[in-house]
């Protein structure tokens, strides 16, 4: 059983920031990826970020690279995603994500598809006005 909740989000004008936090508990976090994903009305999820079980690793769409940062903190259970200078078009609810198997090490496709989280959160809301 795990539970995973997110927080942080708001309305902002284009070119804030604000930090999403999403907190596990339930299993064993540290042995686990996590993934940050987002839904906007009317479209698909689809993927915004992935931490490597041991934070060696993250990734992100095209158009949120050197905008937003996943990062996380074991001692927390919690991982976060900094997003940064954004525009209208981030607008969306976020969700974050846990893998569904421990200490994986695959190519980057992998952490790209939703299939390969198990469990996600209730999402938390941006919305960037212009």
């Known amino acids: 059983q795990v539970h995973l909740v997110e927080s942080g989000g708001g309305l902002v004008q284009a070119g804030g920031s604000l930090r999403l936090s999403c907190a596990a508990s339930g299993r064993t976090f540290s042995n686990f990826g996590m993934g940050w994903f987002r839904q906007a009305p009317g479209k698909e999820r689809e993927f915004v970020a992935h931490?490597?079980?041991?934070?060696?690793?993250?990734y992100y769409r095209d158009s949120v690279k050197g905008r937003f940062f996943a990062s996380r903190d074991n001692a927390r259970n919690t991982v976060y995603l900094q997003i940064n200078s954004l525009r209208p078009e981030d607008t969306a609810d976020y969700y974050c994500?846990?893998?569904?198997?421990?200490?994986?090490?695959?190519?980057?496709?992998?952490?790209?598809?939703?299939?390969?989280?198990?469990?996600w959160g209730q999402g938390t809301q941006v919305t960037v006005s212009s």
């Open positions: 931490i490597r079980w041991n934070g060696e690793w993250t």
């Open positions: 994500a846990m893998e569904a198997t421990p200490f994986t090490d695959f190519n980057d496709w992998y952490y790209y598809k939703s299939t390969s989280y198990s469990d």
